[in-house]
């Protein structure tokens, strides 16, 4: 991306650099308005392509909440939490400390 401008033509310093910002944000711009365009065309052409079933389950998954992955939680975590809990540690500490959520540690402590 070449601003192909001459400083001899400009009577300031500055007037040529407000030219030159000038320039390369058109070109920005321009260069965005392309790929946009070329992005709307691809996605059109893959909407067209699916069936309408596809279509719905993808839209679906598009808008539903994201998956979350749950806690893995292993025989020593228990044991340390329900050990910490057995010495006075609050819930909020144990959480911290073992690194899961506070509604793991009152389940895992509450036999």
């Keep these: ?3 192909e401008l001459d400083p001899s033509t400009f009577p300031t310093k500055d007037a040529f650099i407000r030219a030159s910002i000038a320039r390369a944000r058109d070109l ?3 260069a965005w308005d392309e790929e946009y365009s070329n992005r709307q065309e691809f996605i059109a052409r893959e909407v067209s392509s699916l069936s ?3 279509l719905a389950r993808r839209l679906i998954k598009l808008m539903s909440r994201p998956s979350r992955a749950r806690a893995k939680i292993n025989d020593s975590m228990r044991t340390k939490a329900k050990s910490m809990r057995n010495k006075g540690f609050n819930v909020r500490e144990i959480s911290a400390e ?3 959520s506070i509604p793991s540690v009152y389940n895992i402590t509450k036999d």
Aim: net charge positive; proline share 0%; glycine share 8%.
């Design 1 to 3: 991306m070449k601003l």
């Design 28 to 30: 920005a711009v321009q």
């Design 52 to 54: 309408k079933t596809e």
């Design 98 to 100: 073992i690194g899961i």
